[in-house]
């Protein structure tokens, strides 16, 4: 297992270079100026010393090389600065995003908080919600609880959040007045009271998140579920004479986690990823919001490096979802 | 070996066993009918001996020894095994039970929990139904895994890494862990290749001889019945049509199913198997779902007669021991006993054709 977990970091290490160049590119493709926010009063000769400023005056390959070096050997060495008290990396040029001039990293480590905080939570809940719910309904398969999760799973699959985040907002903040509309990302938790706030707070955003991430996991849940509780080894343990109890929760869940989980952990780079409308629709200013806006004012750098660690999450995940299961499915052995 | 009755005290009482599933069809899952998988079927196996049970694929053998077990909740009937009925028993009582019958199941790679050791799976029991310390447990699962031969240096492997005589050899210890009496072989041989069901078989044997057991063996392999049962049980489209004693059954078999059933089997000797004329009955089984009106075999009986059509015949013993449900041969037996004319002639009336 170990010798296939080098392999494959080895082999990531071709594709993400690979998958930085293609980013690199699109961006590079896509239409925009980063002087298009600037007034139009100032001249033209001076919008272009501000481009040269940033970079931009120089060719593709050079740009593209500075990214990598500034990405892959100045931001570590920052870290390990800012880790260990070192030296390092001073006097370096970091990454910087063209709308802020501070770090990207900076940046992103700020919001990263908000982002796990609200998209982890819901990712939290959507999975203690999703498991039993997919459990009891292979259980019970067609009756009443069953039919209802799957109508409700439909909803949550079909409804987007930029509908049903509206629509938490108009009945619970509108008209309930129980939750407030707005994340605030500057509330500081420090007693029961101020806890309650950022617990309210919190309540719809990951409520509008965990429906759709609770449907498609108890979905994943029920199904596999079902197709364990057919197989043969399930009447060979009721024929030993275990309680039903037993019967279910180790003998057919244990089975059937192993495809769930590795739904579970392709998932997770999403969390980091953002919910970028559902972010949007509450306010929170976590990643999803960054990269909305570095978009919108053609902030390369911070697309560009935002996009890159994406790419490593999917794929350090699909990686940590192979390993998982070669660690819960004994049949399955890489070496 | 027990060729008659009342001798041996019978273990395992079977009356009117009916195993019904419901056809669900429409929007509203509406029930429409039943596959009626086992239907009225009566059985007593005697301490000690195996009852074989035989039939072609789909007439219910394995829903039989499955409801058997009440592994299925039958739709009708009576179970007692030891005394105590099991038909009708609550979960709780039903699972206290679970002990003093087990099974051994037909694909040892799926009855296995891919999950879990060979430990593991032998132990589980041990821990359900015992207060074995670990230690005694440990010693018990060696034991276990001694007696079907299986190498106790396995006792940490999955069932993955076996091959498939040694899944089984698994399987038999993890249905004697808990010392059962009376053990339902469903098909234990017919996932495997020809020389390791010779060996399971043996070993199943060599159980029977040192623990007593009962078995109820189902297979289509008639061969192997022949072999290991002492009484058989011939089933078609979820009924037992015969019940005989092995050499009576395979000697003079009294129902034309069974008859055409036995001609199918292949003789060792080339001199005689050139000449085995193999009855051929024409047409499929009926649906299980809807069976014809009369005896279950009407419609493609060789010797049907216009009785058989209407009224379904009953199960009757014909001589000691001997069970059929067949018009010809109860009648045959009323009228005066010309049972054996008709048995010594019955293998030429029909129409024959000749096997390859």
């Known amino acids: ?335 | 070996m027990p060729d008659g009755t009342g001798t041996l005290n019978p273990l395992v009482e079977v009356r009117g066993l009916k195993m019904y599933f419901p056809i669900t069809a429409g929007v509203f899952r509406k029930k429409v009918g039943d596959v009626k998988a086992v239907d009225d079927v009566s059985f007593t196996i005697y301490e000690g001996e195996t009852l074989g049970l035989v039939g072609e694929s789909g007439c219910g053998k394995s829903t039989c020894g499955r409801a058997v077990l009440r592994l299925y909740e039958p739709t009708a009937g009576s179970i007692r095994i030891a005394g105590t009925e099991i038909a009708t028993a609550g979960f709780d009582s039903l699972r206290a039970m679970r002990p003093a019958m087990q099974m051994v199941f037909q694909d040892p790679q799926a009855s296995l929990n891919p999950r879990m050791t060979v430990a593991g799976i032998i132990g589980e029991p041990l821990d359900e139904h015992t207060t074995l310390t670990r230690k005694e447990k440990l010693a018990r699962i060696y034991e276990l895994m001694d007696q079907v031969g299986l190498n106790r240096d396995f006792a940490n492997r999955y069932p993955h890494e076996f091959s498939g005589g040694q899944r089984q050899r698994i399987g038999i210890a993890r249905a004697l862990a808990l010392n059962p009496r009376f053990i339902v072989c469903d098909e234990p041989i017919a996932a495997l290749d020809v020389s390791i069901q010779a060996q399971v078989v043996n070993l199943l044997e060599e159980l029977q001889d040192r623990l007593g057991l009962t078995y109820l063996f189902i297979s289509h392999d008639l061969s192997m019945v022949r072999h290991i049962a002492d009484r058989v049980a011939v089933m078609y489209l979820g009924k037992i049509v015969e019940l005989a004693p092995r050499e009576s059954l395979y000697g003079s078999p009294q129902h034309p199913y069974t008859q055409a059933l036995l001609s199918a089997v292949p003789e060792p000797d080339p001199m005689v198997e050139a000449t085995r004329r193999r009855i051929i009955i024409g047409g499929d089984v009926p649906s299980p779902a809807n069976p014809p009106k009369g005896c279950n075999f009407c419609t493609r009986c060789p010797k049907v007669m216009d009785i058989c059509r209407e009224i379904d015949p009953e199960f009757r013993e014909i001589a000691p021991g001997r069970h059929v449900a067949c018009h010809l041969v109860t009648q045959a037996s009323q009228t005066a006993g010309q049972a054996a004319a008709s048995e010594a002639s019955g293998t030429t009336e029909i129409r024959i054709q000749q096997g390859e």
């Open chain 1, 1 to 335: 297992m170990l010798t296939y977990t080098y392999r494959r970091l080895l082999i990531s290490i071709p594709t993400l270079l690979f998958i930085s160049l293609v980013i690199f590119l699109l961006l590079e493709l896509a239409p925009g100026d980063p002087m298009a926010q600037v007034p139009l009063t100032v001249p033209d000769e001076v919008k272009q010393k501000m481009r040269e400023a940033l970079g931009l005056g120089e060719p593709l390959h050079v740009r593209f090389g500075l990214w990598l070096w500034q990405f892959f050997v100045i931001e570590p060495l920052h870290l390990i600065d800012n880790l260990f008290g070192t030296t390092f990396a001073e006097g370096q040029q970091r990454v910087i995003s063209w709308q802020t001039r501070s770090p990207v990293m900076d940046i992103v480590a700020q919001r990263m908080p908000q982002t796990l905080w609200v998209v982890g939570t819901a990712y939290v809940v959507a999975v203690l919600i999703a498991v039993p719910i997919g459990v009891y309904s292979a259980y019970r398969q067609y009756s009443l609880f069953d039919q209802a999760g799957t109508f409700i799973t439909m909803i949550g699959f079909s409804i987007p959040p930029f509908f049903s985040g509206v629509l938490v907002i108009v009945i619970f903040s509108i008209q309930l007045g129980w939750f407030p509309s707005i994340y605030d990302t500057t509330h500081v938790v420090n007693d029961w009271d101020s806890f309650v706030v950022q617990l309210k707070q919190m309540v719809m955003p990951v409520m509008v998140l965990a429906l759709q991430i609770t449907s498609q996991i108890s979905r994943y849940m029920r199904a596999s579920m079902l197709d364990n509780l057919g197989q043969d080894y399930v009447r060979t343990a009721r024929a030993k004479g275990m309680r039903e109890k037993t019967v279910v929760l180790v003998h057919v869940l244990r089975n059937s986690l192993i495809p769930v989980v590795t739904v579970v952990a392709l998932l997770v780079p999403s969390i980091f990823g953002g919910a970028i409308i559902t972010e949007q629709v509450f306010k929170v200013n976590g990643i999803g919001q960054l990269l909305i806006t570095a978009i919108q004012a053609n902030d390369l750098p911070m697309v560009q490096t935002l996009t890159f660690i994406f790419a490593v999450l999917i794929v350090l995940f699909n990686l940590i979802a192979d390993i998982l299961y070669g660690i819960l499915d004994p049949r399955i052995r890489y070496d």
